[in-house]
């Protein structure tokens, strides 16, 4: 059996103006030929590219030092490259692609792969570092074109491409700026936010900004913020040290709009809200809310926020769902309305010290629906409105109030 050459697929060179010994870049080739076979796709079917992937993965971590750069070359001979072998650990810190221009489906620009006519963001390599300029002729990203890049800083986004989920981001743990062409007809862009042409909702707010945002007074919607999936949000760290003001003219904050987010997020005292949607407000540091207009409150809408108070005027309330204020350990006071609102488990278990209420006849519940998670209730003061204190002492749940006092 012949045997596997490797010839030199890694190439050392001195970055200019570098003493030796202070960095170096490697550039680790894919050969055109491995044993008299063309190599036309990178994956893993080919057992001996496969072991010039290890090779390069032994290298990594045993010889290279974390002041060394290094880039991957792809000849013109590759016409496939998987998925699953970029995001792979063998190039895990690789900070840049070079393609042979004479490739005829990829190229590159600026250490970043795109399919020949650059329409596609393949591959931002992990170790790319700082600015990242969209090609003019970028339409898409896929949501795994920035996986580990921890460090890319900004996007500048052309006009034509449109990021189907912002999710695709959630990997730039160092993002603190996106722009946008004005000539863009899907987006806008504000202080490094991203908003729709119209701006009237807002997209997507960068996981390390470091600036207050103030959204602009023409935004009517705000859906999920920032690029975290489920289940990370006790992980990634954003929004630390910054201040979100909402303005009055919000009417919609969809599910998870600002669910983990460590900014303080400050909302006015007279606002337009409606709908605050599943898990909105989850785990953030808000003080207190009014809410004269609201029609809906979703489960875990303010799950375990620093909320001190709650004050809900409006008649529109329709629902507050399941554990909405649950686990709120500042809350110390809400205040209900009088309409016919569905109220549904542990929607109030927090521990508060006074509930004020304005309907006129008991809401009807049982300690099976668990409005109130585990509140010790004879700690709480119930406030009723006048003339109906025996009513409630009478009533389930209701009497389980330490102190009931009627108001006007």
Known sequence: MKKLSLVLLITICFLPGLRAGQKVRLQFRVPEVINGDTVKALNYTNPNLKKIFQTIYKKINTN?????????????????????????????SIDSVIVDENNPNFSSQLGILYDKHKTALLYCPPYKVGEVIFPSTLKELNAYSFLGCAFVTSLILNDSVKINN????????????????????????????????????????????????HIPSTIKEIERLFPVVEMEESIISYGKNITIYIPSTVKIVHDNAFKGCEATIKIPRENSIQTIGDGAFAETKIDSITLDS????GHSAFYKSSLKSVVITSDSLKTIWI???????????????????????????????????????????????????????????????????RAYRKAPVWKDFGHIVEVE
């Open 166 to 213: 912002i999710v695709s981001l959630r990997f730039c743990k160092k993002l603190s700026r996106l722009e946008v062409s004005a000539n863009s007809p899907y987006y806008s862009s504000l202080d490094g936010v991203l908003y729709n042409k119209e701006q009237t909702k807002a997209i997507c707010f960068p996981l390390d900004m470091q600036n207050d945002i």
């Open 323 to 389: 554990a909405a204020f649950r686990d709120c350990s500042n809350l110390t006071s809400i205040t209900l309305p009088k309409s016919d609102a569905l109220i549904v488990w542990e929607a109030l278990a927090s521990p508060f010290q006074v509930l004020t209420v304005g309907w006129h006849k008991p809401f009807k519940t049982s300690k099976k629906d668990y409005v109130f998670g585990k509140t010790d209730l004879s700690q709480c003061t119930l406030r009723v409105p006048k003339g109906t204190r």
């Open 294 to 297: 609201i029609k809906y409150i």
């Open 64 to 92: 290279i030092s974390t002041d060394t750069v290094y880039n991957l070359f792809i000849p013109k001979t590759v016409k496939q490259i998987d998925d699953d072998v970029l995001h792979s650990r063998f190039f895990s």
